[in-house]
């Protein structure tokens, strides 16, 4: 079956505008995480949605970043008035489940962002 | 603050050989723990994973070992295939910071030599 896909593949941008990532998660896994990974750094935890809860924000670097989940299903981390530091590659994953067990998270190919 | 730290961003090693890759943690918490392999332009892939009951698990060629007193696990790949070539990522979770959160190291680069 498919696997998480994402888009777009690279993005590049100007400093202080805004950008939306898009993340498809793996049909019928309820949970869904945005990673980044910054060069020379290993991913980092951004944002973590399950079902209908509230989503976990704490990985979010500052307010500039968002991510929302929409119908259960598609993914979008938006980033505001982007900054040279926010160049990375970002991931989402997704799982069957999120219960007291660990959960397999399947990766998408992830968004190559640059921020000129 | 790195709490996965994986101190070898690269490692050669001959086809048919034992590569083993390390990694180390700074947080007691961590009570599971997961090995990651990632191809150029795809995203992470899980390879194994052990719990800190355990001190190893084997899948196939893949076996990891976890030595909850020091702090260490490493990931034994024999024999070691061309195909092995990719980065690796250790990650690890706790209960206390919500099992879903994983804490990656920054990876080490695998090269088989033909």
């Known amino acids: 079956g498919a696997g998480v896909s994402q888009s777009p593949s690279n993005k590049v941008t100007e400093k202080g505008k805004d950008v939306e990532l898009r993340c498809d998660p793996i049909?019928?896994?309820?949970?869904l995480y945005w990673y980044r990974q910054s060069l020379g750094q290993g991913l980092e935890f951004l944002i973590y949605?399950?079902?209908?809860?509230?989503?976990?924000k704490s990985g979010l670097p500052s307010d500039r970043f968002s991510a929302e989940r929409t119908g259960g299903s598609v993914s979008t981390l938006t980033i505001q008035r982007t900054q040279q530091e926010d160049s990375a590659v970002y991931l989402c994953?997704?799982?069957?489940?999120?219960?007291?067990?660990?959960?397999?998270?399947?990766f998408g190919p992830g968004t190559r962002l640059t921020v000129l | 603050d790195q709490q996965v730290k994986q101190n070898s961003p690269s490692l050669s090693v001959q086809e048919g050989r034992i590569s083993i890759l390390n990694c180390d943690y700074t947080?007691?918490?961590?009570?599971?723990f997961l090995w990651y392999k990632k191809y150029p332009a795809e995203g992470p892939t899980f390879l194994i994973s052990?719990?800190?009951?355990?001190d190893k698990n084997e899948d196939g060629r893949f076996t990891v070992f976890l030595n909850k007193s020091a702090k260490h696990l490493s990931l034994h790949i024999v024999p070691s295939q061309p195909g092995d070539s990719a980065v690796y990522f250790c990650?690890?979770?706790?209960?206390?910071?919500?099992?879903?959160?994983?804490?990656f190291g920054t990876g080490t680069r695998l090269t088989i030599i033909p």
């Open positions: 949605f399950q079902g209908n809860s509230a989503p976990d």
């Open positions: 052990i719990s800190s009951i355990k």
């Open positions: 947080n007691s918490m961590f009570d599971y």
């Open positions: 049909s019928g896994h309820t949970a």
């Open positions: 994953a997704s799982s069957l489940t999120s219960g007291g067990a660990v959960d397999t998270q399947y």
């Open positions: 990650a690890a979770s706790s209960p206390n910071f919500g099992n879903e959160k994983l804490t």
